[in-house]
């Protein structure tokens, strides 16, 4: 995916309100853009710190812009934008990146399904019958560890996700979790159970249910984020960090 037109370098000033940020441009100019990130953001921002925006020509928005890369306190790039993730893994399945789901006949985003109400991010069609795809957005990394962890916040959304997948396995439908790690300088991704053990509990049944769980990492630059490499996933306890995280901003 490739950023046209090209984004804007600046320095974040703060981020607050979730859903908003100060920068100050390259040129000097401080604006208040969109920060499309529902999460806690934790290692991924500092006072100060590298962060590229797209701008938007759109009368009818209230902000001028969207946060989309930030550089992380120890030196790494993050899509910060988890709206991308869902274009970048079609991009990926339709180009074949994403090899144990090849051969899929038909592609449908956001369709119903499960008890719970839950939408999943993707349907994919095949000759055996239909497979449906979760994704969740991966940006937490550590210093001096190349393995990223979701959430990073509390997520009982994504608890529900696992059992809705989970449910659907039980059955003996296809189920797939797929981490689109959109951070840089990374092999590998864990549940962080520190964060939120119901989360990786949820994870540890859906996987024992036989829900597929996949990780694909991707290059991110500011001329654009490329879905292109399988990541490992990695055990909770036995790669968790040594050092404790960086403090989020």
């Not at 008890?115 to 940006?139: H, I, N, P, Q, W």
């Amino acid at each position: 995916m490739r950023f046209d037109p090209p984004l804007e370098e600046g320095r974040l000033l703060r981020r607050y309100k979730r859903f908003l940020a100060d920068i100050e441009t390259a040129s000097g100019e401080a604006l208040t853009i969109h920060c499309p990130n529902t999460g806690s953001m934790l290692n991924c921002m500092s006072e100060g710190c590298r962060v590229w925006f797209s701008r938007s020509d759109d009368p009818k928005r209230k902000l001028p812009g969207t946060w989309e890369l930030g550089e992380t306190p120890h030196g790494r790039l993050a899509c910060l934008n988890t709206g991308r993730a869902n274009a970048l893994v079609e991009e990926a399945l339709r180009a074949g990146i994403v090899t144990e789901l090849a051969g899929f006949t038909g592609l449908r985003r956001e369709v119903a399904y499960g008890s719970e109400g839950s939408r999943a991010d993707f349907r994919l069609d095949y000759a055996s019958g239909a497979v449906m795809l979760e994704v969740k957005s991966v940006t937490l990394g550590f210093a001096d560890s190349r393995v990223a962890a979701f959430p990073d916040a509390v997520t009982a959304r994504g608890a529900k996700h696992l059992r809705e997948l989970a449910a659907l396995a039980r059955q003996g439908a296809r189920a797939v979790l797929l981490y689109c790690v959109n951070l840089s300088g990374v092999d590998a991704v864990r549940a962080s159970g520190e964060i939120d053990p119901v989360y990786a509990a949820a994870l540890d049944e859906a996987m024992a249910a036989g829900v597929e769980v996949l990780a694909y990492g991707a290059d991110v630059s500011p001329e654009g984020v490329w879905l292109n490499r399988r990541l490992r996933l990695a055990a909770s306890a036995g790669d968790r960090p040594t050092a404790a995280p960086l403090p989020s901003a």
